[in-house]
């Protein structure tokens, strides 16, 4: 999947994808170079199925400022 970076607010880029809709990516997962009008491909890789309970947890974790 492609994309162009929109512009970089608060650490996170924000990646707007060729198929549409948009992707937000901390900057510490860019490449260095990667700066607004780059563009960029995102690769997605299934690595395993979740617990629904597992993923629910996360979800809340998340929610009250954890990080993964």
Known sequence: ???VI???TDGVAVIL???GGRAY??????PP???AGA???LDLAVEGQANP??????IEHLRHGGQL
């Open 1 to 3: 999947m492609r994309g």
């Open 6 to 8: 929109d512009r970089v």
């Open 17 to 19: 994808l060729e198929a």
């Open 25 to 30: 990516i901390p900057v510490e997962h860019l």
């Open 33 to 35: 170079d990667a700066r």
């Open 39 to 41: 563009l960029v491909r």
């Open 53 to 58: 309970a597992e993923v629910a947890g996360l």
